[in-house]
């Protein structure tokens, strides 16, 4: 492409960019990507790159929505919303969000901190009386020479700020080896709909993986910490999380079912041959209303519900002119909670990765160097199972949601994602 093509271009994508289609992004401001100090060019690479994965069969489809400066300057949707439907993709789709949940309820359960009503090294026993005796798993070699699990009483309590940064010794069962894993998937934690408070006195009786406050590892704590919500607040988690933060923040469709038959539509499905994330773990059907309100990874969203919410973070905790969260708030969640300093070691999946520390909520990263990102220290993020993802960049002014239903290439996409995104930051 020559100098006069590449730059006509530009200049018409970025004047694409920004008519009122855009606002599309629940009211958030816009701007072409120029006028943010990216580049329009690079961002359509990124776009270009997965409209040919849709067509080569890939993924069904995505919504790619990229904000500077407190500006959205892209939001792309991107092949099939429902490939058996083969209706098209569209940026109010929904989609599971999965773990992206976690920093939701963290942020709901930082509310209550602020309200004087739950303090971070509160034992979790003083609201939720079933976690007052845990025993934690320990594998011994037993007589035929193959490992037996035994227990032993956990030394400390589980802590509030051991549920937000997964240092709670509680674990997930769908992936990864261990007998307590094994355990947790054999016990039957979601069989015949649960509510929050039944699931929480279920996951008590199990034995911890490790003991608390020693090892990161990812977990149910988050679920449990929407239980803890329930309690403080006297609302289910939804209400709770409805009157606190989706309705003011205008999150519309951020939801944990979708029985409304006027939004169903518009819930993104995967390829068929792509919905397994774990042992016996499928996408869920969000159309079907259960009792459990999964506050670790229960919730369906829009790109551009999700950007509010980023928004409000990396505006120090407001959103036009209303406050959620103080500033000190967030940055105590963006800090490193689980590090050598604080005792916790990394466990042997370790999600975060080289180069990151997690916070109350979200994976931080603790340094320019180490991990193979080009994004600056301090930045924070975290996805889900699903496939959707997102990062936010404080240095940089920028955030990031990939919304995409794809558990296979979900690792995939979120290196390539932010290796293009930075590409495009040209000042």
Partial sequence: MNFFKRT???????????????AAAQSLPTASPE???LSTE???????????????GKIPGAVLLVARQGKVAWFEPVGKLDPAAGTPMQRDGIFRIYSMSKPITSVAAMMLVEDGRLKLDDPISMYLPEYASMTVGVEKPGADGKPVLETVPARKPITVQDLMRHTSGLTYGFFGPGLVKQAYNAAGL???DPTNA????????????YQPGTTWDYSQSTDILGRVIEVVSGQSLYQFEKARLFDPLGMKDTTYYVPEPARQPRIAEPLPTDRSFGVGADLNDPRIVRKLESGGGGLVSTAGDYARFLQMLLSGGSLDGKRYLGPRTIALMTADHSNAGAGIVPGPLYLPGAGYGFGLGFAVRRNDGEAPYPSAGGEYNWGGAGGTYMWVDPKNELF?????????????YRTLTRDMIYAAVIK
């Fill in 8 to 22: 006509l271009r530009t200049a018409v994508l970025g004047l694409g960019l920004a008519m009122p289609l855009l």
């Fill in 35 to 37: 006028r943010v100090g």
């Fill in 42 to 56: 690079r961002l359509q690479m990124l776009t270009d790159v997965l409209k040919a994965d849709v067509a080569a």
């Fill in 190 to 192: 979601g069989a015949n």
């Fill in 198 to 209: 039944e699931f929480s006195q279920r996951l008590a009786k199990l034995p911890l993986a």
């Fill in 400 to 412: 990031v949601v990939l919304m995409l239903q794809s558990p296979k290439y979900r690792t995939h």
